[in-house]
């Protein structure tokens, strides 16, 4: 009786927007480049990441010279202060949010793509559609039994750690890293099973199911 009450409508994307740049050869990054985009905020931020990369460059594995990352978006004052304090500022580049089209080629230039969670297992950030069309690789911080954990495996985008695992994400990206250095990178994301969260396949099954009194519509402010 109540098996079809609800249907959930997940986030998604215009894949119309990313296919050219699918056809355009990708641009070597002289610094292995990683992008994060969005909001932050207390569940979601990016303290312990920045213990990741002071890790990673007191090992000798990343430096200035070698290494970048680019938060699009507002940083709070805190997140700044930490990365003073940590000496991170010559790896670290905060970019006011771009237009779309800006922030479309930033992300398919990236050699990996951050993602850090709000601690809630049900929460599927709307970027990682984005950044599942930008076809590149993706890092996860998250529970690995969480929807977007799901999302990520499933689909072989890319690779789930917990937020606090500093060691893991330590070893994630030295991963990547390593293979980008020998131009190993993997191959081209697979974005055949993408196309189920286009957002005209979106449209077309909360109109096929309007007859439904009750909708769960997943809409998650993301960015």
Known sequence: MYKYKFELITNGC??????????????KNTKFT???????????????FLDV??????????????????FIGMLDQNTLAEILNKNLLDII???????????????????LL????????????GKIYDYWCAKKPVLLLDSSDSMAA?????????????PYDVKGICDIITHFFLLRKKDSMC???????LYH???EKLTEKLICNNSFRFFSISKIKDD
């Open 14 to 27: 215009d894949i119309s927007e990313y296919e050219k740049h699918w056809e355009m050869r990708t641009i």
């Open 114 to 125: 951050l993602v850090i969670n709000y601690q809630v297992k049900t929460v599927i950030p």
């Open 150 to 162: 799901q999302i990520v495996n499933e689909n072989n985008l890319g690779a789930v750690k917990a």
């Open 93 to 111: 580049y905060v970019i006011l949010p771009l237009v779309r089209e800006e922030f479309i080629s930033c992300i398919c230039n990236a050699d």
């Open 187 to 193: 191959a081209d994301i697979n974005v055949k099973n």
């Open 197 to 199: 969260y286009a957002r």
């Open 34 to 48: 990683m992008v994060y985009s969005g909001a932050m905020a207390d569940s979601r931020n990016p303290l312990r």
């Open 53 to 70: 990369l002071a890790e990673l460059k007191k090992n000798g594995v990343i430096n200035n010279e070698n290494f970048q990352i680019k």
